[in-house]
T-cell receptor
Framework: GMPVEQNPPALSLYEGAESGLRCNFS?????VQWFQQNHRGRLITLFY???GTKENGRLKSTFNSKERYSTLHIKDAQLEDSGTYFC????????????FGIGTRVLVRP | VTLLEQNPRWRLVPRGQAVNLRCILK??????MSWYQQDLQKQLQWLFT????????VKSLPGADYLATRVTDTELRLQVANMSQGRTLYCTC?????????????FGAGTRLSVL
């Protein structure tokens, strides 16, 4: 199967709501990164995690290397949070070579 | 603050023709530069990482052939040839390699290629 699986494939939520995205990977990874791709195609770096949890404003991400998953939580969703969210993993000897999931398309409605 | 400048932003490529892309690094604290492609199904895939001026690599993937060159400490180039399907090429940079937040990747705005 795919080395990086993201779910759900798509998510719709109303402004002010919260939801979580998940990324599962098939082997132990050294790190995980999350990106948001907006409607113009720009890829915005959200988080790098080698372990544990990070929080930035309304976004929070966790990385469990042992259980082989990462999550991204969005709270108090805003219209500008719409876009496609990608997780990307860094294998043990990969350097700058990240393996990307297929993304979760998020639509925030007013 | 923009770390990377890519040009052109968009190009229509006649079938059989090659196209040359450029990426300029604006902050020398992020010298590890890479190319990624995004296909029409939105799948992102690593192509190359080139650190030193003079480094060159070639690769063939479904739908295109690539030649990447690190020209200088601040310039990365990519030649795309024999493209049969449209795609977007992204340049990235990071401050280091491996296992720490130094490997955090930052993306340029991308060059969108369409086949004529």
């Amino acid at each position: 199967g795919m080395p990086v699986e993201q779910n759900p494939p798509a998510l719709s939520l109303y402004e002010g709501a919260e939801s979580g995205l998940r990324c599962n990977f098939s082997t132990t990874m050294k790190g995980v990164q999350w990106f948001q791709q907006n409607h113009r195609g720009r890829l915005i770096t959200l988080f790098y995690l080698a372990q544990g949890t990070k929080e930035n404003g309304r976004l929070k991400s966790t990385f469990n290397s042992k259980e082989r998953y990462s999550t991204l939580h969005i709270k108090d969703a805003q219209l500008e949070d719409s876009g496609t969210y990608f997780c990307a993993v860094e294998a043990n000897s990969a350097g700058n070579k990240l393996t990307f999931g297929i993304g979760t398309r998020v639509l925030v409605r007013p | 603050v923009t770390l990377l400048e890519q040009n052109p932003r968009w190009r229509l490529v006649p079938r059989g023709q090659a196209v040359n892309l450029r990426c300029i690094l604006k902050n020398s604290q992020y010298p590890w530069m890479s190319w990624y492609q995004q296909d029409l199904q939105k799948q992102l895939q690593w192509l190359f990482t080139l650190r030193s001026p003079g480094d060159k690599e070639v690769k063939s993937l479904p739908g295109a052939d690539y030649l990447a060159t690190r020209v200088t400490d601040t310039e990365l180039r990519l030649q795309v040839a024999n493209m049969s399907q449209g795609r977007t090429l992204y340049c990235t940079c990071s401050s280091g390699l491996g296992g720490t937040s130094q490997n955090t990747l930052y993306f340029g705005a991308g060059t969108r290629l369409s086949v004529l």
